[in-house]
C-alpha cells in the first residue's frame, strides 16, 4: 500500500447538514469521505469498505452511538477501527468511560472546532495509513520467508539426497571420506571410512594417535609426508597403504588428499576419500600368481619335451621322429584333460581311455580295462600317461599289439597306501627280458620310483609281458629305514671315471628332467649322486654322502628345498638352484646363488657350475649314451 493512497473515513450522523459540515471541514485532509445517516448504513457501509476512521454522533434515533460503536466492535474485521464520538450535549465522566468501553477511541465536542477535528481525523488517518503499510510490508515479508523458507527446504531435500546419493555411491564403491582440521584438530569421519577402518562410528574418535595406530608404520611416514608436501605446495596426493583393523585383519586402500589453505597460503584442512582396493590387490596377486604358474608350467612342459627329445634314440631318423612325437602326443593328451579340469585332478578311467585309443581295434575284447574312477593328481597324471605310452607302444611293436591273436589286460585298484595298476599282455609273441634297459623301461622306472616314490616291476612271461605299478598316496618315496644307499653300492659304467672331487647332489623331483641332467652332468665329467625327488631322501645323502657340490630344484612337491641349501651354506659346499618360475621369486637370502632356469641347456649349466664351484669343468669324452645311475632303495607302494 503506497503512503498517498487515499483512506476511507465514514461520517455517521442523522442529520445532513452535519454531514455536510463535516465533509467541508475533512475535504482538505483529501481523504475518501462516506456518509452514513443511520446505523444501518453505516454498518453496510463498513462491510462494503475499508474504513480506517469512523466519526458518528452519540445522539441517532434508533441506534445510538454507544450501540452502533458496541456492535462494530464485535465484528472481528472491525476491532481496531478508529471511532471518534462527536456529542452536542454535556457527557459525563461515565459517559466518556461507557464510550471508551465501548471501542471510542476520542470525543469531539459539539461545536467542532475545524482544526481540533481536522487535525484528530488526520492522526488516526495516518496511523491507519502506516499501519496498512506495515501489515503490507509484513505480509510481503512473510511471503517472502515463506518462499525462502520453501527455497532452503528445496535445497536442504536437494542436498539430503545428494548426501544420501554420495553416501550409497562411496558405499557401492567401498569408499569413504574424511575431513581434518588442521587448526583446531577436529577430524570427521563418515561411516564409509568407519567401515573400511573397521571401527564402531559411535565410539571410535579419530586423531593423529588413533588413525596412525591403524596404519601399517612404513605406509604412515608416507602420509605425514604428504602433509609436508602440502605446505611446500602441492595440490593434490594420491596413495595406496595399508590398515589393520583391531580383528587383526590387513585391507589395502586407496587414498587421495587436497588441501585448504588460507590468505597467508597456509594448509587449514585436508580432506579426502579412502577407497579399500583389498579385492583388487587380491585379484592382482591372483593374476600375478597364475601368470607365474603358467609360466612354470610351461617352462616344466618344456624341459619335459627337452628331455624327452634328448634322452629318445633310434638308429634312424624317422623312427626317432616317430618316438618324440608319440612320447610328446601322450603328454599332450594328459595335458588336454588336466586343463578341461582346471589343473585339478584327471580322471584315471579317462587318461586310460584317451592313451589307450591309438590302439583300439575293431576286434572287440582285445583291450580289457576295468578299474574304479580315480582322480590322479597332475604330477602323477602326466608321469602315468607317458607310462601308459610306452607300455603301449612296446606292445604295438613287440608284444600283444602286435598280432591279432594278442590281448591286453589293464586293471587297476585302490589299495589303502594308494594306486595298484597291473599290465597283462597274452597271446602275442613270446618275450624275454631284454638284455639292456631301454628308454621306455628307464622312462617308466625312474618317473614312478624316482618321481612319484612308487614301485615299477617287469616280468617277462613267455605269453606276454606283466607289469605291476605301485603308487602311493603320498607320492613320496622312502625306504625302511629312511637313508639312501651307500655310494660305495653303486656301478659306474665300465671306462667312466668321474673327475676327482666332482661329486655332485642332484635334487630334481620331475623324473625325465632328473633322467635328462643326471646325462649331462655325467657328460661334464661328474659322479652323480641322487637324483632325488624329495626332501627326506636328500637330506639323508647330505649326511651319508661325500658331496662336493649341489643341484637343488627349488619346489619339491609343494616343498622348498631352503632347508638342504641352508645346510650346503653352513659345509660350505657350493650348489645352485634350479626353478621352472622366474629367478625373482627365489627368496632374497639366496640372491648370491646361481639360478638355472628351465628348459637346461648343456652349455648353460656347465657355465653355472664353473661360477658355482669356481673350478674348471672338463668333458669326459665317454660317450653320450653311458651314464650313471645311483642305486635307489626298495619303495614301498
Given at each position: 500500500?503506497?503512503?498517498?493512497?487515499?483512506?476511507n473515513i465514514?461520517?455517521?450522523?442523522?442529520q445532513?447538514s452535519?454531514?455536510?459540515?463535516y465533509?467541508a471541514?475533512?475535504?482538505?485532509l483529501g481523504e475518501?469521505?462516506?456518509?452514513?445517516?443511520t446505523?444501518?448504513?453505516?454498518?453496510?457501509?463498513?462491510?462494503k469498505n475499508?474504513?480506517?476512521?469512523v466519526?458518528?454522533?452519540v445522539?441517532?434515533?434508533e441506534?445510538?452511538?454507544f450501540?452502533?460503536a458496541?456492535?462494530?466492535?464485535?465484528?472481528?474485521?472491525?476491532?481496531?477501527?478508529?471511532i471518534?464520538?462527536?456529542?452536542?450535549?454535556?457527557?459525563t465522566?461515565?459517559?466518556?468511560?461507557?464510550?471508551?468501553s465501548?471501542g471510542?477511541?476520542?470525543?469531539?465536542?459539539v461545536?467542532?472546532?475545524?482544526?481540533?477535528?481536522?487535525a484528530?481525523?488526520?492522526?488516526?488517518a495516518?496511523?491507519?495509513r502506516?499501519?496498512r503499510?506495515l501489515?503490507?510490508?509484513?505480509?510481503e515479508l512473510?511471503r517472502?520467508?515463506?518462499?525462502?523458507?520453501?527455497?532452503?527446504?528445496?535445497s536442504?531435500?536437494?542436498?539430503?539426497e545428494?548426501?544420501q546419493?554420495?553416501?550409497?555411491?562411496?558405499?557401492?564403491?567401498?569408499m569413504?571420506s574424511?575431513d581434518w582440521?588442521?587448526v583446531?584438530?577436529?577430524w570427521?569421519w563418515?561411516e564409509?571410512?568407519c567401515r573400511?577402518?573397521?571401527?564402531?562410528?559411535?565410539?571410535?574418535?579419530?586423531?593423529?594417535?588413533?588413525v596412525?595406530?591403524?596404519?601399517?608404520?612404513?605406509?604412515?611416514?608416507?602420509?605425514q609426508q604428504?602433509?609436508a608436501?602440502?605446505?611446500?605446495?602441492?595440490?593434490?596426493?594420491?596413495?595406496e597403504?595399508?590398515?589393520s583393523?583391531a580383528?587383526?585383519?590387513?585391507?589395502w586402500?586407496?587414498g587421495?588428499?587436497?588441501p585448504?589453505?588460507d590468505?597467508?597460503?597456509?594448509v587449514?584442512r585436508?580432506?579426502g576419500v579412502?577407497?579399500?582396493?583389498?579385492?583388487?590387490?587380491?585379484s592382482?596377486e591372483?593374476?600375478a600368481l597364475?601368470a607365474?604358474?603358467?609360466d612354470?608350467?610351461?617352462?616344466n612342459a618344456?624341459?619335459?619335451i627337452?628331455?624327452i627329445?634328448r634322452l629318445?634314440?633310434?638308429?634312424?631318423i624317422?623312427?626317432?621322429v616317430?618316438?618324440?612325437?608319440g612320447?610328446?602326443g601322450?603328454?599332450?593328451?594328459?595335458?588336454?584333460?588336466?586343463?578341461?579340469?582346471r589343473?585339478?585332478?584327471v580322471?584315471?578311467?579317462?587318461?586310460v581311455?584317451?592313451e589307450?585309443?591309438p590302439?583300439?581295434?575293431?576286434?572287440?575284447?582285445?583291450?580289457?580295462?576295468?578299474?574304479?574312477?580315480?582322480?590322479?593328481?597332475p604330477?602323477?597324471?602326466?608321469?602315468?600317461?607317458l607310462?601308459?605310452h610306452?607300455?603301449?607302444?612296446?606292445?604295438?611293436k613287440?608284444?600283444?599289439?602286435?598280432?591279432?591273436?594278442g590281448?591286453l589286460?589293464?586293471?587297476?585298484?585302490?589299495?589303502?597306501?594308494?594306486?595298484?595298476?597291473?599290465?597283462?599282455e597274452?597271446?602275442g609273441?613270446?618275450?624275454?627280458?631284454p638284455?639292456?634297459?631301454?628308454?621306455?623301461t628307464?622312462v617308466?622306472?625312474?618317473?614312478?620310483e624316482?618321481?612319484?616314490?612308487g614301485?615299477?616291476?617287469?616280468?617277462?612271461?613267455?605269453e606276454g609281458?606283466?607289469?605291476?605299478?605301485s603308487?602311493?598316496s603320498?607320492?613320496r618315496r622312502?625306504?625302511?629305514n629312511?637313508r639312501?644307499?651307500s655310494?660305495?653300492?653303486?656301478?659306474?659304467?665300465?671306462?667312466?671315471?668321474?673327475?676327482?672331487g666332482?661329486?655332485?647332489?642332484?635334487?630334481?623331483?620331475?623324473?625325465?628332467?632328473?633322467?635328462m641332467?643326471?646325462?649331462?652332468?655325467?657328460?661334464?665329467?661328474?659322479?652323480?649322486?641322487?637324483?632325488?625327488a624329495?626332501?627326506?631322501?636328500?637330506?639323508?645323502?647330505?649326511v651319508?654322502e661325500q658331496?662336493?657340490a649341489?643341484?637343488?630344484?627349488?619346489n619339491l612337491?609343494?616343498?622348498?628345498?631352503?632347508?638342504?641349501?641352508?645346510t650346503l651354506?653352513?659345509?660350505?659346499?657350493?650348489?645352485?638352484?634350479?626353478?621352472?618360475?622366474?629367478?625373482?621369486?627365489i627368496?632374497?637370502?639366496?640372491?648370491?646363488v646361481?639360478?638355472?632356469?628351465k628348459?637346461?641347456?648343456?652349455?648353460?649349466?656347465k657355465?653355472?657350475?664353473?661360477?658355482?664351484?669356481?673350478?674348471?669343468?672338463?668333458?669326459?669324452?665317454?660317450?653320450?649314451?653311458?651314464r650313471?645311475l645311483?642305486?635307489?632303495?626298495?619303495a614301498?607302494?
Open positions: 500500500m503506497s503512503a498517498e493512497k487515499k483512506v465514514l461520517l455517521v450522523d442523522d445532513p452535519k454531514l455536510l459540515s465533509e471541514i475533512l475535504g482538505d475518501s469521505l462516506i456518509k452514513a445517516t446505523g444501518r448504513e453505516a454498518l453496510e457501509a463498513l462491510l475499508e474504513i480506517a476512521v466519526l458518528m454522533d445522539c441517532m434515533p441506534l445510538d452511538g450501540q452502533l458496541a456492535m462494530i466492535r464485535e465484528h472481528p474485521r472491525f476491532q481496531k477501527t478508529a471518534i464520538f462527536i456529542s452536542a450535549i454535556h457527557l465522566d461515565m459517559d466518556h468511560l461507557r464510550g471508551y465501548m471510542a477511541v476520542d470525543y469531539v465536542p461545536p467542532v472546532i475545524p482544526e481540533v477535528l481536522r484528530k481525523v488526520k492522526v488516526f495516518e496511523l491507519y502506516k499501519t503499510l501489515e503490507h510490508l509484513n505480509e512473510e517472502r520467508v515463506a518462499e525462502r523458507t520453501a527455497e532452503l527446504e528445496a536442504t531435500m536437494r542436498l539430503r545428494s548426501e546419493r554420495r553416501n550409497l555411491a562411496l558405499a557401492a564403491g567401498q569413504g574424511w582440521d588442521l583446531n584438530g577436529d570427521m563418515d564409509g571410512q573400511i577402518f573397521g571401527v564402531d562410528p559411535a565410539t571410535f574418535k579419530p586423531t593423529v594417535e588413533s596412525s595406530a591403524l596404519v601399517d608404520p612404513q605406509d604412515m611416514q608416507r602420509l604428504m602433509i608436501d602440502f605446505a611446500g605446495g602441492s595440490q593434490a596426493y594420491q596413495t597403504f595399508r590398515i583393523r580383528d587383526g585383519e590387513v585391507r586402500c586407496f587421495t588428499a587436497t585448504t589453505v590468505a597467508h597460503g597456509h587449514v585436508v580432506s579412502t577407497l579399500d582396493i583389498t579385492e583388487r590387490k587380491e592382482e591372483r593374476q597364475l607365474r604358474e603358467v612354470h608350467r610351461a617352462r618344456l624341459a619335459v627337452q628331455s627329445i629318445t634314440r633310434s638308429e634312424k624317422d623312427q626317432y616317430a618316438s618324440v612325437e612320447r610328446i601322450a603328454l599332450s593328451r594328459a595335458h588336454t584333460l588336466l586343463s578341461e579340469a589343473w585339478q585332478s580322471d584315471l578311467v579317462r587318461l581311455e584317451e589307450l585309443a590302439f583300439q581295434t575293431d576286434q572287440a575284447g582285445r583291450i580289457l580295462i576295468k578299474g574304479p574312477r580315480i582322480a590322479l593328481a604330477p602323477i597324471a602326466q608321469t602315468f600317461a607310462a601308459l610306452e607300455l603301449a607302444t612296446n606292445a604295438a613287440y608284444g600283444a599289439l602286435s598280432s591279432r591273436s590281448q589286460s589293464l586293471m587297476w585298484e585302490a589299495i589303502d597306501d594308494g594306486l595298484q595298476v597291473e599290465w597283462t597274452s597271446g609273441p613270446p618275450t624275454k627280458a638284455t639292456a634297459r631301454g628308454f621306455g628307464r617308466i622306472k625312474d618317473c614312478v624316482q618321481q612319484l616314490g614301485r615299477a616291476s617287469f616280468d617277462w612271461r613267455p609281458l606283466h607289469c605291476s605299478l603308487i602311493p603320498s607320492h622312502a625306504n625302511g629312511g639312501t644307499e655310494a660305495s653300492r653303486r656301478r659306474d659304467p665300465a671306462g667312466f671315471s668321474p673327475l676327482p666332482n661329486r655332485i647332489l642332484l635334487v630334481e623331483d620331475e623324473g625325465l628332467v632328473a633322467l641332467m643326471l646325462e649331462m652332468l655325467n657328460d661334464l665329467g661328474f659322479a652323480v649322486i641322487g637324483p632325488y624329495n626332501m627326506a631322501d636328500a637330506t639323508a645323502a647330505l651319508n658331496i662336493d649341489a643341484i637343488l630344484d627349488v612337491a609343494n616343498e622348498l628345498a631352503y632347508p638342504l641349501a641352508d651354506n653352513s659345509r660350505g659346499i657350493p650348489f645352485v638352484f634350479v626353478t621352472g618360475y622366474g629367478a625373482e621369486t627368496d632374497p637370502g639366496y640372491s648370491a646361481p639360478v638355472l632356469q628348459p637346461i641347456e648343456r652349455r648353460t649349466l657355465d653355472v657350475l664353473v661360477r658355482a664351484t669356481g673350478r674348471a669343468i672338463r668333458t669326459s669324452g665317454r660317450p653320450a649314451a653311458v650313471t645311483a642305486s635307489r632303495p626298495a614301498h607302494g
